[in-house]
């Protein structure tokens, strides 16, 4: 359907709620709103209709404040103690100054039960100026409405989501299939930590099957919205309705959760024992290269690369490494700075004062570009050995994550 369509028959529109479930209570605790053309017997999906640059800015306009009309005189009625999630394309919201959308919500909203509605609005769709759009959301965020980033992904710019302040960043999960889940593990770990820095809550929409939902959970996912769950209606569903089922998909979640997280607790023990007991036994030092030689031969199958720092992070010995499956010695890593990567002093600190190994997170090797470990060791008062642990390895024994 055209513009021209969609106004003339625009008495059709109707107003579909999609459910959205905590993971913290397992029970209905929004609605997000959905604008829909009832065509014969034929549902037209309005969500991208405000976004048709194609459209004249008045007729889209007219559609979006329709739906924002229809749905808030229903939902202010039938889900009095629910969240609400209003679409918005803020491109449009910036014309008036967020008036007019504020004057609709107004309307149907009492002021004292305004942290009810969320605002749902796409960052990087919008074309203004980011500061502006900023103030207007800090007036609304006055009044206690909240807001909601949508499409939150690889296309997000970080500086202007922080700048908006939103109280949620909705992800959406709808082509996430079991095979891509390692390849897009990076995305969302930086998306989680984004979020607890800024105070905000995940949401992750689009959940359509178990496995989805599990990602979800497994990554910090406090609202869920999907066909697995709910699909959207015209009426609002009773809060407990997946109560139940919920609460017995989550309990297989920790379940499975707890297993491979006490495996790895376990593997990582065993590596970390080994290691230890093979520096103990062979006491490399940095002026030895004979030595250090004798402890890359010892921990060939699960190394590649081994050497000695002091705590200021400059390295005292060359690198050992192995090249083509032998142990290679390169004098040029000698006197090398590695202060500045993440967590180096950090980690220096913790090993000085706690006298134990250290093993790094999953990390790309800048020279290799293999993603790795490091275990990292007290030798003496002024030396720490740095063992890098091969992805083979770690993958073999199911510590890569």
């Not at 059709?12 to 604008?35: C, M, N, R, T, W």
């Not at 999907?226 to 959207?232: F, I, N, R, V």
């Amino acid at each position: 359907m055209d513009a021209m369509d969609v106004l003339t028959n625009i008495e059709h529109v109707k107003a579909y709620y999609q459910p959205i479930f905590s993971a913290d209570e397992h029970i209905v605790v929004a609605y997000e709103v959905l604008g829909k053309l009832v065509n014969g017997e034929k549902l037209i999906n309005l969500n991208t209709f405000a976004y048709d640059e194609d459209i004249p800015v008045e007729y889209r306009l007219e559609v979006e404040h329709k739906i924002l009309h229809l749905a808030l005189s229903e939902l202010t009625e039938k889900a009095k103690d629910y969240d609400i999630y209003l679409p918005c394309n803020a491109n449009l919201l910036i014309l008036d100054y967020g008036e007019s959308y504020f004057d609709i919500i107004n309307e149907y909203v009492p002021e004292d039960s305004l942290s009810r509605v969320v605002l749902v609005l796409s960052e990087h769709d919008y074309k203004g100026d980011f500061s502006q759009l900023s103030n207007i959301l800090r007036y609304y965020r006055t009044y206690g409405v909240k807001i909601a980033i949508n499409q939150v992904g690889s296309e997000s710019h970080i500086d202007y989501i922080k700048m908006l302040s939103p109280n949620i960043l909705k992800v959406n999960i709808e082509k996430l299939s079991y095979e891509s889940w390692s390849a897009q593990n990076d995305l969302f770990t930086s998306l989680g930590s984004l979020a607890r820095k800024i105070g905000a809550n995940m949401l992750f929409e689009g959940i359509d099957s178990v496995h989805q939902l599990q990602f979800a959970w497994k990554n910090g996912g406090r609202y869920y919205q999907g066909k697995y769950l709910a699909d959207a209606q015209t009426d609002t569903i009773s809060r407990d309705l997946l109560k139940d089922h919920f609460k017995e998909k989550c309990q297989q979640f920790i379940t499975t959760e707890k297993r491979l997280l006490e495996q790895k607790y376990n593997e990582l023990k065993n590596l970390q024992n080994m290691l230890e007991k093979a520096v103990v036994r062979i006491n490399p030092a940095s002026n030895n290269i004979a030595q250090l030689l004798l402890l890359a031969e010892e921990l060939d199958d699960c190394s590649f690369r081994i050497y000695i720092c002091d705590e200021d992070g400059f390295q005292l010995s060359p690198n050992i490494m192995r090249v083509n499956k032998k142990w290679d010695i390169q004098e040029d890593a000698v006197h090398k700075n590695w202060s500045w990567r993440p967590y180096f002093l950090k980690t220096i600190i913790k090993m000085r004062n706690d006298q134990s190994g250290e093993f790094s997170d999953m990390y790309s090797d800048i020279v290799t570009g293999e993603m790795m470990r490091t275990f990292s060791i007290p030798l003496n008062i002024s030396e720490y050995l740095f063992i890098d642990i091969s992805y083979d390895y770690l993958f073999t024994h199911n510590i890569f994550r």
